[in-house]
């Protein structure tokens, strides 16, 4: 670096720059048009999800010996900030493909699970998932009823149901997704804690279908939310992700990149919506003269304006310090998606307020951006479970605030 004092902290290098013009640019032409009409019709676009693999976004932390593109977790940050600005649910999906599947095989994948599939997946040709959650069980996530057995052939037999499954069905047909990063009970350890395992289930796995498409969500309906069964499903010995009760790794390495994007899909939810609520302010008059001039609106925009760039300073901190290969970043992962989430759905509620009757309405984008925000404060952990996680973490290290 030549001067530290230049230092973009969103775009740190020139790489970065140039993705994110290269996002915005495709966002604004593929991405915005068709959000409004896929979140009232409750589809999934999946042929976009598709495009993305062209563009080589779809595998964007994947090795790329393995058709990925071999960025790092701040990319990753700014696809996400970048999608959400126009269309949340659509970036939750892939979210769920790039991330949540796609990043998991590509670190905890052995190299022909990697060989064999990421190319599929990197390139759009296979859309994917991750089931974690089930109907009864969310954050409490050892206490997950889904179990898989060695059979003596060495197959594996898995019985449970995934709840709230993001692409865990493509389309309204029922459809599954094509391959699922399914964690499942293989047994306790030492301690008597549940050891989670993961499998790799296919659509065609016998056993395996799609229980129902969840309807009527409040928001993020432009991607497609699912239950999975598990009845009896067989999958060879080569599903298995790692050694047998290796998962806890993953899952927490994974949830810290997950809380990451979430709170970067909710940076740009916030600078959208301050976009709007700033351009109406000045367009809309009353008593004479255009609403910015009237304090409380100042206070909105002020207040929002503030708000979204401490976040996105928070963020894009924590996202150049992320470290794929480890889990070393939870207390900070949780902080910033406990504060941006939070200031995203406030941002996008003083949006609504500045612009009035038209804030509540489809056409002018912040209602959409309001209703999708709230999810953010429950997937990925909710916030609960970061304020627990926080608290825990600095009573065993208090270093970083002494
Ligand atoms: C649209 C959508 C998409 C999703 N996508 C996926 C996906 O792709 N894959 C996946 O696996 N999951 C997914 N989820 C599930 C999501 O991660 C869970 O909803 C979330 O983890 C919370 O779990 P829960 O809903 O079971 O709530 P619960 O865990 O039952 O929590 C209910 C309430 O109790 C509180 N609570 C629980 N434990 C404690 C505690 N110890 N201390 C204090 N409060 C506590 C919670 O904070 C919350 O307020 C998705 C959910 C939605 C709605």
């Given at each position: 670096m030549t001067n530290w004092k230049d230092l973009d902290i969103a775009n740190p290098t020139d790489e970065h720059a140039m993705l994110r013009e290269m996002v915005r640019d495709w966002v604004a032409v593929e991405v915005e048009p068709q959000a409004l009409d896929y979140d009232r019709a409750e589809r999934f676009n999946a042929q976009l999800l598709r495009d993305m693999g062209e563009m080589g976004l779809l595998g964007i932390t994947a090795q790329e010996e393995y058709g990925g593109?071999?960025?790092?977790?701040?990319?990753?940050?700014?696809?996400?900030e970048e999608l959400s600005y126009s269309d949340p649910g659509f970036a939750l999906a892939y979210l769920a493909h790039s991330m949540l599947f796609v990043n998991n095989l590509a670190r905890n994948g052995s190299d022909d699970q990697k060989q064999e599939i990421l190319p599929k997946v990197c390139s759009g040709e296979w859309i994917a998932a991750m089931a974690m959650s089930e109907p009864d069980v969310?954050?409490?996530?050892?206490?997950?009823?889904?179990?898989?057995?060695?059979?003596?052939?060495?197959?594996?037999?898995?019985n449970g149901r995934k709840m709230w499954i993001t692409n865990g069905c493509i389309d309204d047909d029922d459809t599954p997704c094509d391959v699922v990063w399914t964690y499942a009970k293989t047994g306790q350890d030492s301690r008597g804690r549940s050891e989670i395992s993961t499998f790799l289930v296919y659509a065609d796995s016998p056993g395996f279908s799609v229980g129902q498409k969840i309807m009527d969500k409040t928001g993020m309906r432009a991607s497609n939310t699912a239950e999975l069964v598990y009845d009896d499903c067989i999958v060879s010995a080569d599903s298995l992700v790692g050694s047998q009760g290796e998962s806890m790794i993953h899952m927490m390495r994974n949830l810290e990149l997950e809380r990451l994007m979430l709170a970067a899909m909710s940076v740009g939810i916030s600078r959208r919506a301050l976009f709007e609520m700033n351009r109406y302010a000045s367009e809309r008059e009353a008593f004479g003269k255009p609403i910015r001039k009237f304090g409380q609106i100042q206070r909105y925009i002020g207040q929002s304006f503030a708000e979204w760039r401490s976040m996105e300073s928070y963020l894009y901190n924590v996202a150049r310090q992320m470290d794929l290969e480890k889990s070393s970043q939870r207390l900070d992962s949780d902080g910033i998606k406990l504060v941006a989430t939070t200031l995203a759905k406030e941002i996008a509620d003083r949006a609504m307020q500045v612009m009035g009757g038209y804030g509540y309405v489809g056409e002018y984008v912040v209602e959409r951006l309001w209703r999708d925000a709230k999810l953010l404060e429950i997937g990925g952990g909710t916030l609960e479970s970061h304020q627990k996680n926080i608290t825990n973490d600095l009573a065993k290290d208090s270093s970083i605030i002494r």
């Open positions: 593109a071999g960025m790092d977790a701040l990319a990753a940050a700014i696809v996400h969310g954050t409490d996530v050892l206490g997950m009823g889904t179990t898989a057995e060695e059979q003596d052939d060495g197959t594996w037999k898995i």
